[in-house]
């Protein structure tokens, strides 16, 4: 391992220059990648734009039925159209996700706490890559916490995904974790979805942060902007703007959709953001119209 002491920050980030090892596919850092690997990111990432929405509804694992996740029965057959891709547990998904929808799968392979303890930060690989292939995932979900105490399992168990991911062409995506205690700073994110990259994911999941320019232009994968708590509309609006616009890939959103007080109208708002480039105001209008129809 280099000697650390000495080692200069980052400064040259070129965020103005785009990413050069593109060849002609459309997702950052896949253009080397084998067929099976490129078919599975293109029903992720929309060949005609580039990016994808993803609807996450992976919280139950975890915390139990939490507000708006109460019956997924309901909630997912409702938004998936609009959804490029479910993000969820097996179970979730084989027992609410009707299986003619078609979408692709990113699927939670990574679990082992729960809320009722104070540190989340232990998972581990708990599902194999056979059911993944039996679910027909497009990619396989890990969660890593970088700076915490799970570092060390969560990070071995990423990369057992991508060790199996390879082996049967199944992307891996890495979720950068933000815990209690865990520091949210650019200086964090560029550290983190940089770690994830060069374990060999094909997709970071990660939060918004200042600077995140320079997060996109050092991590050589494309990146995908998780919600984050429920907040306005018009503020999720404006994160999922800023997230595009500063170089992430998509979003993968769960509680600024289905607790919103109309997630099918949001979704689809996200979506003209995400996919057509729509300003955070002009989706809000949209979503305002959409919610509202008769005003
Ligand atoms: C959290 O454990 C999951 O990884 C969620 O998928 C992620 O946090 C995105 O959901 P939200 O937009 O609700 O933060």
Redesign the pocket.
């Known amino acids: 391992m280099a000697d650390i002491e000495g080692m200069k920050d980052a400064k040259q980030f070129a965020q103005d220059v785009e990413f050069s090892s593109s060849g002609n596919f459309h997702v950052k850092g896949a253009a080397n990648l084998d067929w099976g690997m490129k078919d599975r990111l293109s029903r992720i990432f929309r060949p005609d734009t580039g990016k994808t929405v993803?609807l996450?509804?992976?919280?139950g694992?975890?915390?139990g039925p939490t507000s708006g996740l109460e019956r997924l029965d309901l909630l997912i057959p409702d938004l998936a159209e609009h959804a490029d891709c479910l993000?969820g547990t097996r179970g979730a998904i084989r027992t609410s996700a009707p299986a003619n929808y078609n979408k692709s799968i990113a699927l939670?392979v990574s679990s082992g706490s729960s809320v009722l303890q104070d540190d989340l930060s232990k998972e581990s690989l708990v599902v194999s890559m056979e059911d993944a292939i039996k679910m027909n995932a497009s990619a396989v979900?890990v969660?890593t916490f970088i700076g915490a105490d799970g570092q060390k399992e969560t990070i071995e168990a990423l990369n057992q995904a991508v060790n199996l991911g390879s082996r049967y062409s199944i992307p891996t995506m890495g979720?950068v974790?933000v815990g209690k205690e865990m520091e949210r700073t650019t200086r964090f994110f560029l550290l983190a979805t940089r770690m994830l990259a060069e374990f060999g994911v094909q997709i970071v999941?990660t939060y918004y942060c200042d600077d995140f320019e320079k997060v996109a232009s050092t991590t050589p994968v494309p990146l995908v902007v998780?919600?984050?708590?429920?907040v306005p509309e018009k503020d999720a609006l404006t994160l999922a703007s800023n997230s595009i616009r500063s170089g992430a890939a998509g979003?993968?959103?769960?509680?600024?959709?289905?607790?919103s007080e109309n997630p099918k109208a949001m979704i689809q708002a996200v979506n003209k953001v995400v996919h057509e480039g729509m300003s955070d105001k002009e989706a809000y209008e949209f979503y305002l119209h959409l919610a509202n129809p008769e005003k």
Do not use: L, P, S, T
Request: aromatic share 14%.
């Open positions: 993803m996450a509804f992976d919280h694992y975890f915390m993000m939670r979900a969660q979720v974790a999941k998780a919600g984050g708590k429920k979003v993968d959103m769960g509680r600024n959709i289905f607790q």
